[in-house]
């Protein structure tokens, strides 16, 4: 649940004060979702079984330095890793700004709109100094005095990452095709870091629920395997929706020792599938 979900007056989607009544007073908090706000309470030392969202609140308004540093003590983390897509203005913004970074969170350069939206990326690249061709023979290279891909300092600080619908494939006659083996695999080749692929989202299967509406389908571990095959001197971290890819990624990951399985990612994320899938690699990986 996010921060804003324990304040007043949020304007964002349904009140806090109404989804906090219906999720944990009026029901029992028994998915996954309610049972990790419920964990997390009682991990910072609040009783949950009080249900007193002003108690909550009044505990969120701790130094945030002090409460981030409390909760990777008891998540017994090092650090955490987000993707920033450089397509979205906020972060953009705050990015150009320079802003002091936290060793504690790391960023990943999310790659979505480059690779899935090429025709809306192209008018954005062409303002920040790459020549850039719309049509079918979709390329990257510098203006003079711009930046490219291979040479952009960013591309070395952060491993890039991008979410593919089910339908991906690889090779393909596409301008994401092109991009991937022209631009973005040897850029990442040279900067000697990995390329995450997140692969099985459908975005908007329910347009009135925003954001949230998104859903999952099942891909073809083909595409990754020929990936794997093509550019054997690539690195790829993969982590596929459907819980009927699991399988068949990890028996891939046993040909190819350039891919490795990563996360239970977002509708995986429950107990349940996490212990199945982790115990299926381990058995098949080691």
């Not at 002091?100 to 303002?127: E, I, M, Y």
């Amino acid at each position: 649940m996010p921060a804003s979900a324990f304040r007043p007056g949020s304007t964002s989607g349904p009140g806090p004060d109404l989804v906090w009544r219906t999720l944990f007073v009026e029901r029992s908090p028994v998915s996954e979702a309610c049972r990790g706000v419920i964990t997390a309470l009682a991990a910072l030392g609040l009783d949950p079984a009080s249900r007193d969202l002003g108690e909550y609140r009044a505990f969120s308004r701790a130094e945030v330095e002090e409460y981030v540093a409390r909760v990777f003590e008891l998540a017994g983390v090092d650090y955490a890793v987000m993707t920033n897509d450089p397509f979205d203005d906020a972060e953009r913004a705050v990015w150009l700004r320079g802003p002091r970074k936290d060793p504690r969170f790391r960023a990943a350069l999310r790659l979505d709109v480059l690779l899935n939206g090429w025709s809306s990326a192209v008018p954005r690249l062409r303002d920040w100094g790459f020549a850039v061709d719309p049509g079918s023979e979709a390329a990257l290279r510098p203006k003079s005095g711009g930046s490219s891909p291979r040479s952009s300092s960013g591309w070395r600080r952060s491993t890039p990452a991008v979410s593919l619908p089910p339908t991906f494939a690889f090779p393909e006659a596409s301008d994401r095709a092109r991009l991937l083996a022209d631009s973005v695999l040897p850029a990442v080749e040279a900067a000697c870091v990995p390329l995450a692929l997140m692969i099985g989202v459908r975005r908007g299967v329910h347009p009135g629920l925003g954001l949230a509406g998104d859903g999952l389908g099942r891909a073809d571990v083909a595409a990754v395997e020929e990936l794997c095959r093509a550019f054997p001197s690539n690195r790829f971290l993969v982590t596929m929706l459907s819980r009927e890819n699991q399988h068949e990624l990890c028996v891939a990951a046993r040909k190819f020792a350039n891919l490795m399985p990563f996360g239970c990612w977002w509708f995986l994320n429950g107990p349940g599938l996490v212990r199945e899938i982790t115990a299926m690699r381990t058995d098949l990986l080691g």
